[in-house]
């Protein structure tokens, strides 16, 4: 109890604890000029207490240890602390990160598994006033009007990238409609096994001429043709075939 100060309030957190080992902690404690309040960690909340005024808060220090701090209660914790304050826990589990993803600082664990942990010397939210020409006042921030401003504002010595430089005309080009074409089944600038719309033929270097039509699609087969094709009904052509339209067809 080397953390406890003359003075010092102190809170502790209970669950399932023998009275009579409570009842020495609370006396032990106060033997050293310092107040103790007791709150069950199942029911404490922030209506509790009065948030920012504890010193020191010590939990699950008694058996028989099963008490869980969850990153709810760390959060608690942090709240009830001063700025300052620290915590005093036990743990059966390792919550060093915990601790820290919570705002404490100066995280220590002991071979006995006792962490402890110091709250920031603010509070959040708190505001900082900056020492400018001698004169207590709140930091101003400005943007400059140009760039030309805004350089010869730069005291910083770190390199700065050009951002010309990072592109060369290659990045520059548009690129070919024609690259950019996928296949309509899978998506991708790869072909099916089945493929009849010419991508593989193109991926290959080859040429492919197909019929066309008002849309561009209705010589692929029914899937691809509009209500109104008069094609419709009839199987998908192939490469370099003269379509011919069967108007006695019963098809």
Known sequence: ?????????????????????????????????????????????????????????????????????????LALLIKLLKPSGKVILKDTLDISSELKLNGFLNVTKSEENVFTAEKPKFEVGAKVFLKLNNKSKPAVWKLEDTVEDAWAANTNDDEIIDSDVLLDEDDLKKPDQQSLRVCATTGKRKAC???????????????????????????????????????????????????????????
Request: proline content about 5%; overall charge negative; glycine content about 6%.
């Open 1 to 73: 109890m080397h953390n406890i100060k003359n003075g010092d309030n102190v809170l502790i957190l209970w669950n399932n604890n023998d009275p009579n080992d409570l009842s020495n902690l609370v006396n032990e404690i106060q033997s050293s000029n310092a107040s103790v309040v007791l709150e069950n960690s199942s029911v404490i909340s922030e209506d509790s207490r009065a948030l920012s005024s504890f010193d020191v808060i010590i939990s699950n220090w008694l058996p028989p240890y099963t008490m869980q701090h969850s990153g709810s209660l």
């Open 193 to 251: 096994a089945d493929c009849s719309c010419g991508l593989a033929e193109e991926l290959r270097g080859e040429t492919k001429e197909t019929p066309k039509s008002s849309c561009g699609s209705c010589y692929l087969g029914d899937a691809f043709r509009c209500a109104t094709c008069p094609y419709l009904g009839m199987p998908a052509f192939k490469p370099g075939e003269k379509v011919m339209l069967d108007l006695k067809s019963d098809i």
